[in-house]
């Protein structure tokens, strides 16, 4: 494949591939469903090893302001759909509730990577301030 600096053709980093599934769901089998970018995401981080949406547990605990032993994608439900059971991640979301979700996921993580990549020690940093918060 023809290369574009350090990425072959077709390839896109974590933040395009973000806006693509966001912006054309369909092209990646996906039905715009919060639960479907819920599987899509944890399966594209555990093809990165864990790596794309490493500290990102950590950094919604931060936003959520106590410790849970709740996944990401309850901790989005249960910041953005207040009154939504958060144990229960996207099952028994509502229409109006699951577009709030989706729209939360992807705010989420646009201000995630935002933090991660602000600085070199963007991830240390999100770390730090986890282990600072919740000390034991």
């Known amino acids: 494949m023809a290369g574009f600096g350090d990425r072959r053709?077709?390839?896109?980093?974590?933040?395009?591939?973000?806006e693509l599934i966001r912006t054309r769901p369909g092209m990646y089998g996906l039905d715009g469903s919060y639960g479907d970018y819920v599987t899509y995401?944890?399966?594209y981080d555990a093809g990165t090893q864990g790596s794309?949406?490493?500290?990102?547990?950590?950094?919604?605990?931060?936003?959520?302001?106590?410790?849970?032993?709740?996944?990401w994608s309850?901790?989005?439900t249960e910041l953005?759909?207040?009154?939504?059971?958060g144990s229960f991640g996207?099952?028994?979301?509502?229409?109006?509730q699951d577009h709030r979700a989706v729209g939360a996921l992807f705010q989420f993580l646009e201000d995630f990577l935002q933090d991660r990549d602000a600085e070199r020690d963007g991830l240390r940093v999100i770390?730090?301030?986890?282990s600072l918060r919740f000390a034991e």
Do not use: M
């Open 74 to 76: 309850s901790l989005i």
């Open 80 to 85: 953005a759909v207040p009154g939504a059971s």
């Open 127 to 130: 770390f730090r301030d986890y």
């Open 90 to 96: 996207h099952r028994g979301l509502d229409e109006e």
């Open 52 to 71: 794309a949406l490493l500290g990102f547990r950590e950094w919604l605990l931060l936003k959520l302001g106590r410790q849970s032993s709740f996944v």
């Open 41 to 43: 995401l944890s399966g």
């Open 9 to 18: 053709a077709g390839e896109f980093s974590f933040r395009e591939h973000l």
